[in-house]
């Protein structure tokens, strides 16, 4: 168990680096290649909104590095400086992936309804999982392994669910990013539009490894229970 458990790790472990690795480099090579429309990634998101006919949402400078997001309660689309006032290829493709987030809010696009729904318990799992065990070694408060397991097998199985909706809002908050920014000439066909494609696609991969690493954590979990149970039926 204990083999299983640092190769489950460590493989983890390995999936996520290597799709942020993948996503940092890939957006940083065209965050050096400026579009021919000289457009802001701020301007192009505002152009986006006003097509959309959404007036009822700020676009804004946040901070840091790929602090990028829509803040659907608050009805505002955050770029970070890079993208905020760049005319990178990387700006635009992440200011319309953002701006395809806010049209899935005001069409009222179920899979996005979902995951605001389920953001509050998916911060509740991920706490369990993180003090959990912490405090099962260090306090002894659950001794018994299975109900361990089953504390856990639920909170990961919550935070598997919640990684599962999302990879459908980010397809296709990507897939809307892309048609806009080609129909409304914001991005040429060739080499900006494949950059685009390469940006979203390795933002996309991190997802991808969020919910890899979720269901590998259910699972490992979850399957002892079974076996368990099933053995003691025998």
Not at 38 to 57: F, M, N, W
Not at 130 to 150: C, E, Q, R, V
């Amino acid at each position: 168990m204990f083999i299983i458990s640092i190769l489950l790790f460590v493989g983890t472990m390995a999936i996520s680096l290597y799709a942020m690795a993948r996503l940092k480099s890939t957006y940083h090579h065209y965050l050096g290649i400026t579009t021919r429309s000289g457009l802001t990634g701020a301007e192009v998101a505002q152009r986006i909104l006003d097509a959309a006919d959404i007036s009822d949402v700020d676009v804004v400078a946040g901070e840091g590095m790929l602090g990028d997001h829509y803040d659907p309660m608050n009805k505002r689309l955050v770029l970070s400086p890079d993208n905020y006032h760049g005319t990178s290829i990387a700006a635009l493709g992440v200011a319309a992936h953002e701006c395809g987030h806010a049209v899935q809010h005001k069409i009222a696009y179920a899979p996005l309804h979902w995951r605001m729904a389920a953001v509050g318990a998916a911060t509740f799992a991920n706490q369990v999982v993180m003090w959990l065990p912490l405090l099962g070694m260090f306090t002894g408060i659950i001794s018994n392994y299975y109900m361990m397991a089953m504390f856990m097998a639920a909170a990961w199985g919550v935070i598997m669910l919640f990684n599962l909706v999302t990879l459908p809002v980010e397809f296709d908050a990507s897939s809307r990013a892309k048609v806009i920014l080609g129909k409304m000439g914001f991005i040429q066909p060739g080499e900006e539009a494949d950059g685009v494609n390469k940006v979203l696609r390795a933002a996309a991969l991190t997802y991808v490894a969020a919910f890899i690493t979720s269901l590998a954590y259910f699972l490992y979990y979850l399957l002892p229970l079974l076996l368990g149970g099933r053995r003691s039926n025998d």
